[in-house]
């Protein structure tokens, strides 16, 4: 039984909401840290690249977030 606070309501479903994102954000960062290491950091000459940015952003990731990534394939980070 969740019980009456609205808070406590809140704070479960944004505990499983949270391990979903992060669990996704994780996965896609990977692709992009792959794809830069194979394929360099430019998207428009890296075409898995450009899928993963794609992707990460389709998932509302920051754009900072895949900057660093990216940065942290190609060996610059």
Partial sequence: MAGHSKWANIQHRKKAQDAKRGKVFTR???EITVASRMGGSDPNANPRLRLGMDKALAANMP??????AIKKGAGEL
Avoid: M, N, S, V
């Avoid at 754009?63 to 660093?68: V, Y």
């Fill in 63 to 68: 754009k900072d977030t895949i900057e660093r």
């Fill in 28 to 30: 896609l960062i990977r």
